[in-house]
């Protein structure tokens, strides 16, 4: 039963629009959410992260948003650029750190190509 | 954030060896933890690996195939043990510090077994 779902394995976007990434999960304790993007021969980097407490967490170009009634959270990144091509990962956990609660629980990846 | 190295980068193995993977950080980390991902599939945690004591492990990993060791704060070891096949995945270290705070990861071992 996955918890955290990317229902979207690839995404294109042309260079200097937006780029909506989303990711929906099922656990009401989840209370701290996390991206991260992953390149080809690298580990995953984190990339931007928000609390329950908030609804929307802003660094540079990378907006995160969340809805806590849908269960839903969405990345955006404005304007795209060729370099943010990579594998996104949306991933969950509760704020209780240790201990299987407190695992990090990952989204399968959104693939964006941001065409020139 | 701590740099993560971890050795080899990628290796491919017989059936029902063993490799044993490295963790370094260059800094004490207070969490260490190991994760697979599979072909195909999302990251999903094996186990943390608690200093001084034994690695607290996930349902459907266990300790005889993935033993971990953990001697110190910068270091860690995970070992895939009898490999198979269905043990071919990434495989990556990740360190946190405390509760808020985003987990960091190293670049992974490519394991293919033959």
């Known amino acids: 039963d996955q918890q955290v779902k990317q229902n979207s394995p690839s995404l294109s976007v042309q260079e200097g629009r937006i780029s909506i990434l989303n990711c929906d999960y099922t656990?009401?304790?989840?209370?701290?959410f996390l991206w991260y993007k992953k390149y080809p021969a690298e580990g995953p980097t984190f990339l931007i992260s928000?609390?329950?407490?908030?609804d929307k967490n802003e660094d540079g170009r990378f907006t995160v948003f969340l809805n806590k009634s849908a269960k839903h959270l969405s990345l955006h990144i404005v304007p795209s650029q060729p370099g943010d091509s990579a594998v996104y990962f949306c991933?969950?956990?509760?704020?209780?750190?240790?201990?299987?609660?407190?695992?990090?629980?990952f989204g399968k990846g959104t693939k964006l190509s941001v065409k020139p | 954030s701590a740099v993560i190295s971890q050795k080899p980068s990628r290796d491919i193995c017989q059936r029902g060896t063993s490799l044993t993977i490295q963790c370094q950080v260059d800094?004490?980390?207070?969490?260490m933890f190991w994760y697979r991902q599979q072909p195909g599939q999302s990251l999903t945690l094996i186990a943390t690996?608690?200093?001084?004591?034994?690695?607290?492990?996930e349902s459907g990993f266990v300790i005889d195939k993935f033993p971990i060791s953990r001697p110190n704060l910068t270091f860690s070891t995970l070992t895939v043990s009898n490999m198979s096949p269905e043990d071919s995945s990434i495989y990556l270290c990740?360190?946190?510090?405390?509760?808020?705070?985003?987990?960091?990861f190293g670049d992974g071992t490519r394991l293919s077994i033959l």
């Open positions: 990740s360190v946190g510090e405390r509760w808020g705070q985003p987990q960091h």
């Open positions: 656990n009401s304790m989840f209370d701290y």
């Open positions: 928000i609390s329950s407490i908030k």
């Open positions: 991933a969950a956990r509760t704020m209780n750190y240790g201990g299987s609660q407190g695992n990090l629980i």
């Open positions: 800094s004490q980390v207070t969490m």
């Open positions: 690996a608690n200093q001084g004591s034994e690695a607290t492990y």
